[in-house]
């Protein structure tokens, strides 16, 4: 995924590469969990996903189908399959709009419901994620964060998806409410064998609540794996800063961290080879003239790494 920018009155157009030679597929009653700092993409993949941009270049195949140069028209089946949760509960929120009209939207978008059939299947939804009926004719402002968190989530299920994308759903939360929102999640998963992209930047809720782990790093993967390998043997060093900067929450248990050198290169201007090798400990010459393949180094774990090829 490109994006064209423009960094000054007489200089030529240049792209941003957001996304780059990135892969991985998702099983349906599984949860991916996509991690990394900040710009290093994860949206953009998440809304990539969903075409709610349309990439630049490669395949987004849904049940067999290729839809990433679908039209408008013939992309609307795919859209019932493939839903979002946004990181922001309320701007997501129409407050124009009550709670009822909210969830029941893509019920009339998709000639599913109407009328008294479609509320008593909004009803039915709201009480699936811990909210009430008569919560129907509320507005997006007389609910808790919380809560309207939930109703994203009822949106989501109202066209019964096979794959939900959550970009940072849990951020805008209170580590409380976090915990129930997840449970909510893990409890609809279960019973209705959703697969999740899961967004996020919080490694405590991503290794609770995923079965495998994505790092991203400026655009590409670095490793991917077992979310239970990854925590316990991180093979990239990037991953192994990541890991590193988690808090404990013993404060008689303190660690060294060593924290990353150097600032994140530039997208605009990406240095050849290895993007982390100006800030990787292992880096080599290797590392700054190609870039490292995602090669598998142990069974379900696969790291993009020069270094490691070599034993480091």
Same mark, same amino acid.
């Given at each position: 995924?490109?994006?064209?920018?423009?960094?000054?009155?007489?200089?030529?157009?240049?792209?941003?590469?957001?996304?780059?030679?990135?892969?991985?597929?998702?099983?349906?009653?599984?949860?991916?969990?996509?991690?990394?700092?900040?710009?290093? !993409?994860?949206?953009?993949?998440?809304?990539? %996903?969903? /075409?709610? #941009?349309?990439?630049?270049?490669?395949? $987004? @195949?849904? *049940?067999?189908?290729?839809?990433?140069?679908?039209?408008?028209?013939?992309?609307?089946?795919?859209?019932?399959?493939?839903?979002?949760?946004?990181?922001?509960?309320?701007?997501?929120?129409?407050?124009?709009?009550?709670?009822?009209?909210?969830?029941?939207?893509?019920?009339?978008?998709?000639?599913?419901?109407?009328?008294?059939?479609?509320?008593?299947?909004?009803?039915?939804?709201?009480?699936?994620?811990?909210?009430?009926?008569?919560?129907?004719?509320?507005?997006?402002?007389?609910?808790? !964060?919380?809560?309207?968190?939930?109703?994203? %989530?009822? /949106?989501? #299920?109202?066209?019964?998806?096979?794959? $939900? @994308?959550? *970009?940072?759903?849990?951020?805008?939360?209170?580590?409380?409410?976090?915990?129930?929102?997840?449970?909510?999640?893990?409890?609809?998963?279960?019973?209705?064998?959703?697969?999740?992209?899961?967004?996020?930047?919080?490694?405590?809720?991503?290794?609770?609540?995923?079965?495998?782990?994505?790092?991203?790093?400026?655009?590409?993967?670095?490793?991917?794996?077992?979310?239970?390998?990854?925590?316990?043997?991180?093979?990239?060093?990037?991953?192994?800063?990541?890991?590193?900067?988690?808090?404990?929450?013993?404060?008689?248990?303190?660690?060294? %961290?060593?924290?990353?050198?150097?600032?994140?290169?530039?997208? $605009?201007?990406?240095?050849?080879?290895?993007?982390?090798?100006?800030?990787?400990?292992?880096?080599?010459?290797?590392?700054?003239?190609?870039?490292?393949?995602?090669?598998?180094?142990?069974?379900?774990?696969?790291?993009?790494?020069?270094?490691?090829?070599?034993?480091?």
């Amino acid at each position: 995924m490109r994006y064209p920018v423009k960094t000054g009155w007489l200089e030529p157009r240049r792209d941003v590469l957001a996304v780059n030679e990135l892969s991985f597929e998702v099983r349906r009653g599984e949860t991916l969990a996509l991690v990394g700092e900040s710009g290093c !993409g994860k949206s953009t993949v998440g809304r990539s %996903i969903l /075409r709610l #941009l349309r990439p630049t270049s490669g395949r $987004i @195949v849904v *049940d067999g189908i290729d839809i990433a140069g679908l039209s408008r028209k013939r992309l609307k089946p795919f859209r019932r399959k493939v839903q979002m949760i946004f990181q922001d509960p309320f701007a997501s929120l129409n407050p124009r709009m009550n709670a009822g009209e909210i969830v029941g939207e893509p019920l009339s978008n998709f000639d599913l419901a109407h009328g008294r059939d479609r509320e008593e299947r909004v009803a039915a939804l709201f009480q699936r994620v811990g909210l009430s009926r008569d919560q129907m004719r509320r507005y997006p402002h007389e609910f808790s !964060g919380g809560q309207r968190q939930r109703l994203g %989530i009822a /949106r989501a #299920l109202a066209v019964e998806p096979a794959l $939900i @994308v959550g *970009d940072e759903p849990l951020s805008a939360l209170d580590v409380s409410v976090q915990a129930q929102v997840i449970n909510l999640m893990q409890e609809l998963q279960r019973d209705l064998g959703l697969a999740y992209v899961f967004i996020a930047h919080d490694l405590a809720v991503v290794q609770h609540i995923s079965q495998r782990v994505a790092v991203m790093y400026l655009g590409r993967l670095v490793e991917m794996g077992d979310t239970r390998q990854i925590f316990a043997n991180p093979r990239h060093p990037y991953t192994k800063a990541l890991l590193a900067a988690v808090p404990i929450p013993d404060p008689t248990n303190r660690r060294e %961290i060593k924290p990353l050198q150097g600032e994140v290169p530039s997208p $605009i201007n990406p240095p050849a080879g290895c993007s982390f090798a100006s800030r990787c400990p292992l880096a080599e010459s290797q590392c700054r003239q190609s870039i490292p393949a995602l090669v598998e180094v142990a069974a379900g774990q696969a790291v993009a790494c020069h270094a490691m090829a070599h034993g480091h």
